[in-house]
C-alpha cells in the first residue's frame, strides 16, 4: 500500500502540483476561446511552433523563456495574420509554419544529441524539470492572462460568438484577436515545462468541451472550465508521481477520462429530461437538439 | 400576441423614442476582389422610412447592408448617415444578421446575448450592473420573450430566436436598424409578428432597412421598396415597384403582377408556355 501523502513531503513535488494546478486552470481559461473559436488547430500548432523557439535559443544560449516567448509570440501573429486574411487556406498555412518550425527544433536536437534528454521535458512534461523559476514564469502568466481576459470580458466574448456584429458595436475585434493570440502563446511558453508541448492542445481543448457539456452559459463555462483544467493539472500530476510517467501524459489522460463521465453524465440528463417531457405538458419545451 | 409584440420597446415609460437618421448611398461600388457586387448605388432613404430591400439571391443585398453598417468598404462612393461618414456613426447603427449566420452551438443565454447590446457602454469586465439587466428583462418582456432570459438561444423556437437578435439591436436604442432577412425561415404568424413590431419602431422615428426576398409575403406590406440586382433596378412603393416589366428585369425571368383591389400578388412561371418550345430549345435533346 503506498504512502498516499508521501509526495507532499518532497519540494519538487509540491513546486510541480502548484505549478500544474496553475498551468491546468490557465489552460482551462483560454481553452473556452480556443473551443469556440475553432482554434483547437492553431493551439496544437502554435505549441509545436514554440518548441522550435525554444531549442534554437537553447542553440544561441538565450533564456528559455524570453525564446520561446519571442518565438510564440511571432508565430501567434502570424498565425492570427493568416487566419484573418484567409485567402491561403488557413489550415495549410498553420501546418507549414508550425510543422517547419517544430522540424526546426527536431533538427537542431538531432544533430547536437547531447541535451536531448532537457528536451523531453518540454516535448511530453516533467514534473521533476519543474524549478522556482517555472513556478513564478506560470503564477505571472496566469495572473496576467486572467487580468486580460477578465478586463476585456464583454468585448472578447462579444467578438468571439458575433465578430461582424462586434465590430458595428464599436468592439475592436482585431484587437480583440491579437489580445487572443498573445494569451495562447503566453499560457503555452509558460505550461510547456509540466505539460509538453505536444500535450498541450488537449489540456486546451478537453477542459473547455466538459464545461460546455455542463452547461449553456458562457460565464458558468468560463469558470467551470478553469476548474476542470486545475482538478486535472492535480490529478494529473499526483498519478504521474506514483506511476512514474511523464506529467503531461497523465494531465490529459485524466482530463480525457473526465470528458467520457461528462459525456454519459449529459446523455444521462437529456434522457431524463425527454422522459420528463413525454410524462406530462408541464415545464419547458423541449430543446431543439 | 401581436398586440402584445407591438408594444413599445421604449418610450410608454416616458422616455422619448430616439429620432432616425437619414442613410445615404452616394455613387458606390462594391466588391470582393471580383466583379462589382454593388454598381453605382445613389439612393436617400429619408428619417423614419420603413424600406424593403428586394431582389434575387446574389443580387448584393447583404452587401448593400454591410455597407451601409460600414463592415464592406466601398471600392468607388460613399455611405452617408445624416451627412457623416458611417465610420463615425455606428453608435447610431443597429443591426439583426440572418439567422442562418449565427452559432447556435454556441453557450450563452438570453440574456447574455441582449446584454451585448451595450458590450462597450456597461464595462468590459463580466458583471453588469442591475439597472442594465432590468432595461434588458424589459426590453424582453416587450418582445413577448419574458422568463426566457436564462434559457439557451438553441432552446427557443424560431420566432423568439429572431426577437432575441432583434432584442440585442434594440437594446442599444439605434437609430437605423437594419435587418438581414429578417423573416426567413418563420411561420406566419412570426412573421406578421415581426412585420408589426418593425411599423411600430418605424411610427416612433427609427430608419429602418430589411432585406427580403418574399415579395409576396413581406415586400407587399412594406411602405417602400427599393428593388436591387447590382444596380438599383427600381424604387418606390409596392404599388409602383409591383409591375411585370421591372420585376422581370429584376429576377431576369418571366413574372407577372396581379392585383386584387390593394393587394398585388406575383406569379412566377417556372416553366415555358408551351413544354414543346422547351425542348426546341436544346440541340442535344433534338438531335436524340
Known sequence: MPNLVEPFGYEFFTRGLLAAVLAGGLCGLVGVYVVLRHMSYIGHGLSHSIFGGAVLGYVLHLNFYLAASVWGVLSALLINETVRRRRIGADAAIGIVTTASFALGVAIISHARQFTTNFEAALFGNVLGVAREDLLVVAATAVGCGMAVFCAYKPLLFATFDPEVAEVHGVPTAWMDTLLALVLAATIVASMQVLGVTLIAAALVIPAVIARQLTHSFGRMMLLSTAIGALCGAAGIYLSYFFDVASGATVVLVAAGLFVLSGLYADLRRARRRIAQLAGPRGAPAPLD | ?288
Not at chain 2, 443597429?94 to 446575448?113: A, C, K, L, N, R
Not at chain 2, 413574372?255 to 406575383?266: P, S, Y
Open chain 2, 1 to 288: 400576441m401581436a398586440e402584445r409584440l407591438c408594444s413599445l420597446p421604449w418610450g410608454d415609460d416616458g422616455a422619448v423614442a430616439p429620432r432616425g437618421v437619414q442613410l445615404e448611398f452616394r455613387g458606390v461600388t462594391c466588391s470582393y476582389d471580383g466583379p462589382p457586387v454593388l454598381q453605382d448605388i445613389t439612393l436617400r432613404i429619408a428619417p423614419g422610412q420603413l424600406v424593403g430591400l428586394v431582389g434575387p439571391s446574389g443580387s448584393g443585398k447583404t452587401t448593400f447592408l454591410k455597407a451601409a453598417l460600414g463592415l464592406v468598404k466601398p471600392v468607388a462612393g460613399m455611405v452617408l448617415i445624416d451627412g457623416q461618414p458611417v465610420g463615425r456613426c455606428r453608435a447610431l447603427l443597429g443591426y439583426v444578421p440572418q439567422v442562418e449566420t449565427v452559432d447556435w452551438s454556441f453557450p450563452v443565454t438570453v440574456e447574455e446575448v441582449v446584454l451585448m447590446g451595450r458590450a462597450m457602454a456597461l464595462g468590459p469586465w463580466p458583471w453588469t450592473s442591475r439597472r442594465a439587466r432590468t432595461e434588458a428583462r424589459v426590453l424582453l418582456a416587450r418582445l413577448g420573450l419574458a422568463g426566457l432570459e436564462r434559457r439557451h438561444i438553441r432552446e427557443l423556437s424560431g420566432g423568439q430566436q429572431q426577437r432575441v437578435f432583434l432584442a440585442r439591436a434594440l437594446f442599444r436604442q439605434p437609430r437605423l436598424l437594419l435587418l438581414d432577412e429578417p423573416t426567413s425561415g418563420v411561420d406566419i404568424r412570426t412573421r406578421h409578428e415581426i412585420l408589426h413590431l418593425l411599423a411600430e419602431l418605424q411610427a416612433q422615428g427609427t430608419t429602418i432597412v430589411l432585406s427580403t426576398h418574399e415579395l409576396n409575403a413581406v415586400a407587399t406590406h412594406l411602405p417602400y421598396l427599393v428593388c436591387l440586382n447590382r444596380t438599383v433596378i427600381a424604387h418606390g412603393p409596392p404599388s409602383v415597384v409591383f409591375r411585370d416589366e421591372v420585376l422581370s428585369r429584376l429576377y431576369n425571368a418571366p413574372l407577372r403582377v396581379v392585383r386584387e383591389g390593394d393587394v398585388a400578388v406575383v406569379i412566377d412561371h417556372p416553366w415555358p408556355t408551351t413544354p414543346a418550345a422547351a425542348v426546341q430549345e436544346s440541340p442535344s435533346r433534338r438531335s436524340s
